[in-house]
């Protein structure tokens, strides 16, 4: 069965970086848009950031210019590098495997993406 596995996070104070990163067993990366998310404590799960196998980027506007998202295929990894970190940040992330190689206007809805990791926290100290 298909394993989505994340990792990277930790406890950093503000302004400071982070790196994510995700890889999979039984899933070839190269052939679907990648996508990470993260939820808060008391809060829905929401649309961080996609990938397309296009290279095409998305990202909610509370990380533009901040976070970068890119895979590397010959490691079959996705990466999430967060930098100016923000107590808002804060939450647990998770990566997640589109159901296609699109990630399209609907990319941060979750119903797009079929499989899932465990999630990493973040924790971002002030």
């Known amino acids: 069965q298909v394993q989505v596995v994340e990792s990277g996070g930790g406890l950093v104070q503000a302004g400071g970086s982070l790196r994510l990163s995700c890889t999979a067993s039984?899933?070839?990366?190269?052939?679907?848009?990648l996508g990470w998310f993260r939820q808060a404590p008391g809060k829905e799960r929401e649309g961080v950031s996609c990938?397309?196998?296009?290279?095409?980027?998305y990202y909610i506007d509370s990380v533009k210019g901040r976070f970068t998202i890119s895979r590397d295929n010959a490691k079959n990894t996705l990466y999430l590098q967060m930098d100016s970190l923000k107590p808002e940040d804060s939450a647990m992330y998770y990566c997640?495997?589109?159901?296609?190689?699109?990630?399209?206007?609907?990319?941060?809805?979750?119903?797009?993406?079929?499989?899932w990791g465990q999630g990493t926290q973040v924790t971002v100290s002030s």
């Open positions: 039984r899933l070839t990366f190269d052939d679907y848009a």
């Open positions: 990938l397309s196998t296009a290279g095409i980027t």
């Open positions: 997640a495997v589109a159901s296609s190689e699109y990630c399209s206007l609907s990319w941060a809805s979750r119903q797009r993406y079929n499989y």
